[in-house]
């Protein structure tokens, strides 16, 4: 199986800056489209940024300009660097991948795993 997990969320002030960093892991696997969501209290969650496997991005627009996603292929790693952190940001960031297992030899259909989510706060 594979696990994504999410690091780097915490408290910061307005103007501030955060990295968050997400890891897929575990048996054989291929990664293909990788995304960051989000979710505040009370909203829906929304797509705040996402990568395909040859790098092109997209990003919502209230976070153009502040945000940039990256991505290490060879680590199964994507990264979320949030800069000029506005309150409007605070919510739980969780990771996205589309990922295909390999079993057996066999590649399977793509499918989306979640991580578990990590709480960014902006407030002084």
């Known amino acids: 199986q594979v696990q994504v997990v999410e690091s780097g969320g915490g408290l910061v002030q307005p103007g501030g800056s955060l990295r968050l960093s997400c890891a897929a892991s575990?048996?054989?696997?291929?990664?293909?489209?990788m995304g960051w969501y989000r979710q505040a209290p009370g909203k829906q969650r929304e797509v705040v940024a996402d990568?395909?496997?040859?790098?092109?991005?997209r990003y919502t627009e209230s976070v153009k300009g502040r945000f940039t996603i990256s991505r290490d292929n060879a680590k199964h790693t994507v990264y979320l660097h949030m800069n000029s952190l506005k309150p409007e940001d605070t919510a739980v960031y969780y990771c996205q991948a589309e990922i295909g297992l390999v079993v057996g030899g066999i590649a399977q259909p793509f499918k989306d795993y979640w991580g578990q989510g990590t709480q960014v706060t902006v407030s002084s």
């Open positions: 990568i395909s496997s040859g790098g092109k991005t």
């Open positions: 575990g048996s054989t696997f291929s990664v293909d489209d």
